[in-house]
């Protein structure tokens, strides 16, 4: 950053001196200083905030006069900018500029404004901009805090907002506004004064404009006796002023449109009328009847913020006025209308106000109870308009909250219907319908809202601290879910409950419904806080069975609304003695989710017995079962052939207990099977793939049913099911897909021959069709009446068949949805089987199951969502929770032929594949079969392993895994051999090098055995492709550490030795190649040899090198005019990189390329090499920087120069004694670092080649960042750059060129383009100080 000079105070100059005195303003601040006012324009918000106090701290700790009148400048001049949006940004600016230095006059400030934007003096074109910069620039003053403390100056400003609210077309009612903002803070003395001269005393004014009612109303808030003498007395609430209120409270509601807010005006009116006791005369009057009578939806919106903002400000009885009338009404009808989708509801505002509200009197519990009562008494036919699910239900009380259940049970026994606010929309009273309008059907459907309301308020409530409303809410729905009541007795309360109205069966469908939906949220909690439980700690779905039974031990006064038969009682009572027996035994978890499993089902009993009659009994015997076998201690199967073990049982039970559509059951039945699951036979687990194999039997698929009849009962998803509501979604997806098939499409699509050949005869019939002999007859009015009449009737049967193909086709896609859902479902089980017992024997079956579920998921992609959960889900499973798994089953030694044959099963399915990605599965599976079949043996291999290559014998080692695992390496290796093979020949192989890769690092080994393939596709008559996915595959191989502890020295050193001897075939074609291929494969080889060179330099093996260096020099030319015609682009540049990292692994560096200047630098049509796209735009001449005059040097000595250096770039360098003198520091590092490079003891610097070729003279220039990456590859593996040898004098220009370019190219903000390099080599701020200035002032002499 330039150094910024000492503030003078210049005179003013002249008019022609102007242009001239700003731009020398300009350039004397620097660049961070002018940078604070472009960022405070920017649109956000915390950039402009940063560079405004940026801006504050530089001007305090640098304090100037010329920076500050400048600032003031640029700001002032900002707020008249053609932006909009940057004008309110340099206003705040200034706002907190003159709220800092506060030695600046704000009338000065305002003068200068005034003077900048007159308002006087401005002509169309600048109107717009002038009042606004007026405008903003007040509010800057009033921003400050400054302003209400200035008398001067707030005078000034309120007559300037005076002469700006004139300007109405541009600026609105916005100086008014501001001027009532100014107002509201200035003192009563200063009101008074300043009053007469804003306010007019005549009411027609007043009420012509919502800024000035809105005046005349702070005025009469603040100053009442100095407004009356202005005015006089003033009832605004009179009839002859309820027009002009309405009229101005609708401009009100439409100025706030787009801000979507309340306006103040309407409040503060609210507030007088409340306070003057006219607030039934200014709620029916004004906005009932005036702005609600031919009502637009901002007025609208402005009555329903009013009303949410007038509850905390109503009593009790004006509560009662609001809430049952018109307004309310209305409001409720938009309700409805308005659908959910749609951003102009108003749901959420009033949920915000009613919150407020409730939270603000926690205290009132009456008031609290009043406003709860009064919104869901707003109904729509009996049905209340707001949601079951409402949030604002947490702020009420416990003496609030005890109150509503107590009133929603009142009404769901005995419904009040006329203290509801009931209304009918538009559309429903043009429908004529009596049976709509019948009490019966409003008390179903307020019933059926009461109940959900009931099951949602739960969610809000915490277990301890409402445990008395949660058990009133629970006990309700159980007892008028599943009993109804003979005769009433004093111990149970709910016999007492009678009903004005008869429970229909359709209210007791949807209790049930929402009981179960209630288990659901009490077991979230009950997992959630398992210390906030009910009694003794038990989950509430224990004390719910407990109220149960003793519901059904009094039978004389309670009766079930399905009876239950003996066996089913027996069941129920078999039931309870058996929780007794798992609550002894409650400390063990696998009782405690048998305890689950039976009160869930045991539940269910009362809704559907007959099912769950015969499940009960099969759980109690599975359990005790196991329960017996535990105490036992044994892992026995059954003896008899013909009973089913009992956990193949439980597998089946648990299967049909997942076709349920509740998220609960499903919870129970992962838990459950996770205790299970140990004692999993085959058996039980191919019942499970079965249903995940739809390949197996169709029958026994059509014979699962998925039911989703309570999901759909329940309209708010109070039964929250995710895979129920995913089965919704898709549902809906398909309808609406069918739906938009149109009819023609459907019959022109659905036409067969059969119906062709019946109109056809019809035709013929009625002689329709005619021939040669009757062109001229016509069919009679009997006769074509009749053809007519059949026609009609074919095409009927027609359109029914159609529609009987539709609705089949509609069910079998809807059979196939709930098969996907029960299959998900079904993979719970196996994601806890694998991931609860990743050592059981029976892992190793789910492989290929597994594998067949995602190829056969892939092979139809996309087709449905269903498809896409199920394939994710699956693949997730395998890879993560079985591939990946830290523990795997040991016990595989009988089966271990099997594992082997199911290993080259996959390793051949792999190769078989179409998709790569599915061929990735299946070879995964095959690592993890040779991981389980390895065993332990891994950790004995890293245990035994050093990073360094020692003497480490192979032979032993291979024993060692032969004999202490199961795996046949031989075997195994013949299928991989195979398998590579295929990759390395095959055209399109979906086999890939990760994959191989993979398999190298985890078993070595198999590594070292497969190698000898790789190396033999390095060269010979493979494909180019091929031999560059060998090289790659061999080159990463190589760098493994653990594959060279499998290698004793002679092994590793023979290797390595055929490894090269396989490349030299390859280089001899090195910069020929033709196709991307051949491209490919030199750029493999090249990197596999420089990672044959490290290692032989790294463990200094007796490899001879020598061949290598020769050949690739004879290389070097070619290379070089590949990379200046541009071959390949960015390849060849690659190839070239590539080829001088092998040669300085071979001691041989790489030459320095001379830099040119800019002006050399050729045109873009001449130069072979891609240059970047300039950027668009260009710098004011006042910001470019003017470029020193060029270097004495001519373009025929700098040719010369490069000639000297080219030539000379690959020969030995030089030694110590023929460097030239240092001329710096870097030049010292570069002399310190010049040793010879040696390969197997011979120096090759010293001893230069007899054909080294030299460098192409017309190697073109590279950029400085092309230069920095060759310097940094010229180091690699400790091999020190060595710089050719040069004369004195031309080493020491190209050094102080090289300098200067850099330094160029560091400081110039564009070093791309040429035009501006010119500019930026002569910017003063590059000089430097000392001998560098002399050097620069010697060229200048110089040049001519």
Wanted: glycine fraction near 4%; hydrophobic fraction near 35%.
């Amino acid at each position: 950053m330039a150094e910024m000079k000492s503030p003078t105070k210049a005179e003013p100059a002249s008019p022609a001196e102007a242009p001239q005195g700003d731009r020398r303003s300009l350039l004397e601040h620097s660049r961070e200083f002018l940078d604070f006012f472009w960022d405070i324009a920017k649109p956000d918000q915390e950039t402009r905030l940063r560079a405004t106090e940026k801006l504050l701290e530089y001007l305090r700790t640098r304090p100037s006069d010329s920076e500050m009148k400048y600032a003031l400048k640029r700001l002032i001049t900002g707020l008249g900018v053609g932006r909009e949006a940057a004008r309110p940004c340099y206003s705040l600016a200034l706002a907190q500029l003159l709220q800092s230095f506060e030695d600046i006059q704000l009338c000065d400030i305002l003068g200068q404004i005034q003077e900048k934007y007159n308002l006087q003096a401005m002509n169309k074109a600048m109107m717009r901009p002038t009042l606004f910069a007026n405008l903003f620039g007040v509010l800057a003053l009033f921003q400050s805090g400054r302003l209400v403390k200035d008398k001067e100056a707030l005078m000034k400003c309120v007559r300037l907002l005076k002469i700006l609210s004139h300007h109405y077309n541009h600026l609105q009612g916005q100086p008014v506004k501001a001027l009532v903002d100014i107002l509201s803070e200035v003192p009563e003395s200063m009101f008074q004064e300043i009053l007469p001269k804003v306010l007019k005393g005549d009411m027609k004014v007043i009420l012509s404009s919502p800024k000035y009612l809105e005046l005349f109303l702070l005025a009469r808030q603040r100053v009442p006796a100095e407004l009356e003498s202005l005015v006089g007395s003033v009832d605004l609430f009179s009839e002859d002023n309820i027009p002009s209120l309405v009229n101005i409270l609708k401009a009100a509601a439409n100025s706030v449109k787009k801000e979507q807010k309340l306006p103040d005006v309407a409040l503060n009116l609210l507030r007088l009328a409340l306070k003057e006791n006219k607030f039934e005369r200014f709620w029916k009057e004004v906005l009932e009847e005036g702005l609600l009578k031919k009502p637009s939806f901002t007025s609208s919106y402005m009555c329903f913020r009013l009303l949410g903002a007038s509850l905390p400000l109503l009593s009790d009885e004006q509560l009662q006025l609001v809430m049952r009338g018109d307004l309310i009404r209305h409001f409720g009808e938009h309700m409805v209308v308005s659908k959910s989708q749609n951003p102009l509801r108003f749901i959420p505002e009033i949920s915000a106000y009613v919150s407020t509200f409730l939270e603000g009197c926690q205290d009132d519990p009456k008031r609290q109870f009043t406003v709860m009562v009064a919104f869901t008494a707003i109904t729509n036919q009996g049905l209340p308009v707001m949601p079951t699910f409402w949030r604002v239900t947490r702020f009420l009380n416990t003496e609030a909250l005890q109150s509503y259940v107590t009133w929603l049970r009142d009404m769901f026994l005995q419904p009040d219907l006329d203290s509801l606010v009931d209304f009918s929309t538009a559309n429903q009273k043009r429908v004529q319908d009596a049976s709509l309008n019948v009490p019966e059907r409003t008390v179903f459907r307020l019933r059926k809202w009461i109940i959900h309301r009931l099951v949602s308020l739960v969610d809000h409530l915490h277990l301890e601290k409402d445990e008395a409303v949660v058990e009133q809410i629970a006990r309700f729905c159980l007892f008028h879910a599943f009993f109804k009541t003979k005769k009433a007795t004093p111990q149970i309360p709910e016999t007492k409950q009678h009903f004005s109205f008869p429970l229909e069966d359709g209210n007791r469908g949807v209790i049930v419904s929402a009981f179960f939906s209630l288990l659901q949220t009490l077991s979230v909690k009950f997992r959630q806080t398992p210390d906030l439980a009910a009694e003794n700690g038990k989950p509430w779905t224990y004390r719910l069975v407990q109220l149960a039974d003793m519901l059904l031990k009094h039978n004389r006064n309670v009766a079930n609304v399905t009876p239950l038969t003996a066996q089913q009682r027996q069941a129920w009572d078999q039931m309870m003695s058996t929780l007794k027996e798992l609550e002894a035994q409650s400390s063990e978890t696998r009782a405690i989710a048998f305890q689950h499993l039976l009160l869930l089902v045991g539940l269910h009993l009362f809704k559907s017995p007959a099912e769950s009659c015969d499940v009960l009994g099969d759980i109690q015997t599975c359990i005790k079962k196991s329960m017996e076998q535990n105490l036992r201690r044994s892992r026995s199967r059954a003896k008899a052939s013909q009973e089913p073990v009992w956990v193949e049982v439980m597998v089946e039970i648990l299967l049909s207990l997942l076709a349920q559509p509740s998220n609960l059951m499903r919870q129970v039945v992962r838990s459950v099977f996770g205790h299970v699951c140990s004692h999993l036979t085959p058996r039980g687990l191919q019942l499970i793939l079965a249903v995940l194999n739809p390949e197996t039997n169709e029958d026994e698929e059509d014979n699962v049913v998925v039911t989703d009849t309570d999901e759909k009962q329940l309209k708010h998803g109070e039964d929250a099911d995710s895979d129920s509501e995913e089965s919704k979604n898709s549902e809906s997806d398909v309808d609406s897909e069918d739906g938009e098939e149109s009819e023609e499409e459907d019959r022109d699509k659905d036409v067969d021959p059969g119906f062709r050949q019946q109109l056809m005869e019809v035709l013929q019939a009625g002689n329709a069709l005619g021939g040669e002999e009757e062109e001229e007859e016509e069919l009679g009015d009997e006769a074509m009446m009749a053809l007519d009449q059949n026609l009609a009737s074919l095409f009927a049967e027609q359109k029914m068949r159609i529609q009987a193909r539709h609705e089949e086709k509609n069910k079998l896609q809807k059979e196939r949805q709930l098969r996907r859902d029960f299959q998900i479902r079904a993979l719970d089980l196996i994601e806890v089987l694998v991931t609860k017992q990743p050592e059981h024997p029976l892992i190793l079956e789910l492989l290929e199951p597994l594998l067949n579920i995602i190829q056969r998921s892939m092979r139809s992609r996309g087709s449905t969502k269903q498809e896409q959960d199920l394939l994710h889900k699956t693949a997730r499973i395998f890879m993560h929770h079985l591939c990946r798994a830290r523990h795997y089953c040991h016990e595989v030694e009988p089966g271990a032929e099997a594992l082997h044959a199911q290993v080259e099963r996959l390793v051949q399915q792999a190769g078989n594949q179409a998709d790569a990605s599915v061929a990735l599965y299946y070879f995964n599976a095959s690592l993890y079969l040779l991981r389980v079949l390895k065993g332990n043996t891994t950790k004995r291999y890293q245990d035994g392993q050093k990073l360094e290559g020692a003497n480490i014998k192979s032979e032993p080692k291979d024993s060692e895994v032969q004999t202490t695992s199961c795996l046949d390496l031989d075997f195994v290796t013949r299928v991989y051999s195979a398998s590579l093979e295929s990759l390395l020949t095959k055209r399109n192989s979906p086999l890939t090098i990760p994959m191989f890769l993979d398999l190298f690092s985890r078993y070595p080994v198999i590594c070292k055995n497969l190698l000898p393939i790789v190396v033999q596709h390095v060269a010979g008559s493979s494909r180019p492709r091929h031999q560059a996915q060998a090289c790659l595959l061999l080159q990463k191989a190589l760098s493994a550490r653990e594959l060279r502890v499998c290698f004793e020295d002679p092994e590793w050193e023979q290797l390595i030795s055929q490894v090269l001897g396989k490349t030299t075939q390859t280089l001899q074609t090195l910069g020929e190649a033709q196709s991307k291929g051949e491209h490919q494969r030199e750029l493999s080889i090249l990197e596999l040899l420089n990672t044959v060179f490290r290692i032989v330099n790294h463990e200094k093996l007796s490899v001879d090198l020598t061949a290598f260096l020769g050949m690739l020099q004879g290389k070097q030319q070619k290379l070089q005019q590949n990379l200046q015609q541009g071959n390949h682009s960015s390849g060849s540049s690659r190839l070239y990189d590539l080829y001088w990292q092998a040669m300085n692994l071979l001691g041989v560096q790489r030459p320095k390329s001379e830099k040119k200047n800019a002006k050399d630098i050729p045109s873009d049509s001449q130069s072979p090499i891609s240059t970047k796209r300039k950027k668009k735009g260009f710098l004011p001449e006042t910001k470019k920087r003017k470029k020193l005059k060029s270097e004495g040097t001519t373009p025929e000595k700098k040719a010369a120069s490069q000639q000297d250096a080219v030539t000379e770039g690959a020969m030995p360098a030089a030694t110590d004694k023929d460097q030239p003198p240092s001329t710096g520091k870097k030049r010292r590092k570069r002399v310190k670092a010049n040793t010879p490079s040696q390969v197997n003891g011979v120096t090759v610097a010293k001893s230069p080649a007899p054909n080294n070729p030299t460098l192409s003279p017309s190697t073109p220039a590279k950029t400085p960042k092309v230069q920095k990456k060759k310097e940094k590859l010229s180091q690699v593996n400790g091999a020190t750059p060595v710089s050719p040898v040069e004369p004195e004098s031309k080493k020491h220009q190209k050094a102080l060129s090289t300098k200067e370019v850099k330094r160029r190219s560091s400081q110039s903000a564009l070093p791309k383009k040429r035009a501006r390099l010119s500019l930026v080599s002569r910017s003063p701020s590059l000089l430097q100080s000392g001998i560098r200035k002399r050097r620069v002032a010697r060229r200048r002499v110089q040049t001519p």
